[in-house]
């Protein structure tokens, strides 16, 4: 089993940045990918981003390239999700998951996933 747990949501103006983290734990050695998904109310989940948890090699969502950067510590098994120039759209649940397949944009490809932690972009 894994765990995943994140945290770093909160209130911010648009324009602003956010640093999401998503700390993993338990059986991780078999985990080759991490990824982040959002979910905005009457919306359908979507994928953001995912990083391969060996290599490092990265995937975004095209809303997001440019604005959002993915990262990963191996020492602290956590990933980083850094959010600059944040717009009213970018506002949702943002969801880690972990899964034992490689990169992909797919919610069935992961296995595990947090709570989830809110972004909220207001005035």
């Known amino acids: 089993q894994v765990q995943v747990v994140e945290s770093g949501g909160g209130l911010v103006q648009p324009g602003g940045s956010l640093r999401l983290s998503c700390a993993a734990s338990?059986?991780?050695?078999?985990?080759?990918?991490m990824g982040w998904f959002r979910q905005a109310p009457g919306k359908e989940r979507e994928f953001v981003s995912a990083?391969?948890?060996?290599?490092?090699?990265?995937l975004y969502a095209d809303s997001v390239k440019g604005r959002f950067t993915i990262s990963r510590d191996n020492a602290k098994n956590t990933v980083y999700l850094q959010i600059n120039s944040l717009k009213p759209e970018d506002a949702a649940v943002y969801y880690c998951?972990?899964?034992?397949?490689?990169?992909?944009?797919?919610?069935?490809?992961?296995?595990?996933w947090g709570q989830g932690t809110q972004v909220t972009v207001s005035s």
């Open positions: 998951a972990a899964g034992y397949l490689g990169l992909s944009t797919k919610r069935g490809a992961y296995s595990y």
């Open positions: 990083i391969n948890w060996s290599g490092g090699r990265t």
């Open positions: 338990g059986s991780i050695f078999s985990i080759n990918a």
